[in-house]
């Protein structure tokens, strides 16, 4: 086992040093290292009187991780969907979805590609790694080969990660997102990290 370890520490110590992330590249900040603190910057792509995200707890004052500026007098009472996006688990407060008010009916954004649609171009940084999470990617700010950006005129760079499999293992990615279209192009820099065991639940 030690043995195992060391060798992984060697592997992991050499990829560090491969990866060159470039000095026009800035380090992307902690706090939008956590989902529920990107959607106050998000800028929907059509206009809605009023919009919140919620979870699928079944405690309305729970439920709610973000909403916009509600008009006086209103209030949207509608059932959550059965499945939304960013899937934790199954049961209560397992999904996210967004329910907006649109010419005064509701309209749910309630899996991945919804998201992407809601969001529309991509204005800004916590857009950005909003949609990415969409793809499965995600940031660590601890490194900054899987936590930096670059804004451009048409495009959002940024070097993330993405976690699967059991054991689980880490890869570092390179995506650029076009700004307009939301398309987003990936390249990967290489495995980093690999847990020894399988834990399920």
Known sequence: MKIITAFSLIISSLFFSQIKV?????KIPDILDTTEYLYPFVIP?????????LTNDPDPDKAIIYESQAPLFMTINEPFP??????????????????????????????EQQLRNFIGTVDN?????????????????????TGSYKIE??????????????PVTKESFLIKINRKTGKLEAKS?????????????
């Open 125 to 145: 940084l916590p857009e950005a790694i909003l949609l990415a999470k969409t793809y499965g990617y995600s940031i660590d700010t601890q490194n900054r080969f």
């Open 82 to 111: 059965e499945k939304g996006f960013f899937q934790k688990c199954v049961g209560d407060s397992c999904f996210s979805y967004i329910l907006a008010c649109k010419g005064g009916r509701s309209v749910y954004f309630s899996n």
């Open 22 to 26: 470039p000095d026009d590249y800035k």
């Open 45 to 53: 792509g059509k206009e809605y009187e009023y919009w919140r995200v």
């Open 153 to 166: 005129d048409h495009s959002i760079s940024m070097y993330v990660l993405q976690s699967k499999g059991c």
């Open 189 to 201: 820099n290489g495995i980093y990290s690999k847990s020894e065991d399988c834990t399920t639940l």
